[in-house]
């Protein structure tokens, strides 16, 4: 079992940069591959960015490519989500989570443990 914990959410203005952290306790951290995903109201759940055991393997959706960047500490067992150039489209319920395999994958099926989520939320 592992524990997700999603924080660094917040109101911020356009343009603007928050970085998002999420902790996990129980298993082994490094075993797992980790993704963010979010939610704006009234949508789908989407994939923000995920990144592979080690850090050396990132995937971005093309839509996010270039203003947020993914990385992990494994000695801190905590997954990151740097977000600049803000806009408000970004607003949205972001999720950590968590994928039984080294590898990045693109698919939420794939990814076994979920956070509760934080929320962001860009101004105009």
């Known amino acids: 079992q592992v524990r997700l914990v999603e924080s660094g959410g917040g109101l911020v203005q356009a343009e603007g940069s928050l970085t998002l952290s999420c902790a996990a306790s129980?298993?082994?951290?490094?075993?797992?591959?980790m993704g963010w995903f979010r939610q704006a109201p009234r949508k789908e759940r989407d994939l923000v960015a995920a990144?592979?055991?080690?850090?050396?393997?990132?995937y971005y959706p093309d839509s996010m490519k270039g203003r947020f960047t993914i990385s992990r500490d494994n000695a801190k067992n905590t997954v990151y989500l740097r977000m600049n150039s803000l806009k408000p489209e970004d607003t949205a319920v972001y999720y950590c989570?968590?994928?039984?395999?080294?590898?990045?994958?693109?698919?939420?099926?794939?990814?076994?443990?979920w956070g509760q989520g934080t929320q962001v939320t860009v101004s105009s």
């Open positions: 990144i592979n055991w080690n850090g050396g393997d990132t």
């Open positions: 129980g298993r082994t951290f490094r075993d797992y591959a």
């Open positions: 989570a968590a994928r039984d395999r080294f590898d990045v994958s693109i698919r939420q099926n794939e990814y076994k443990y």
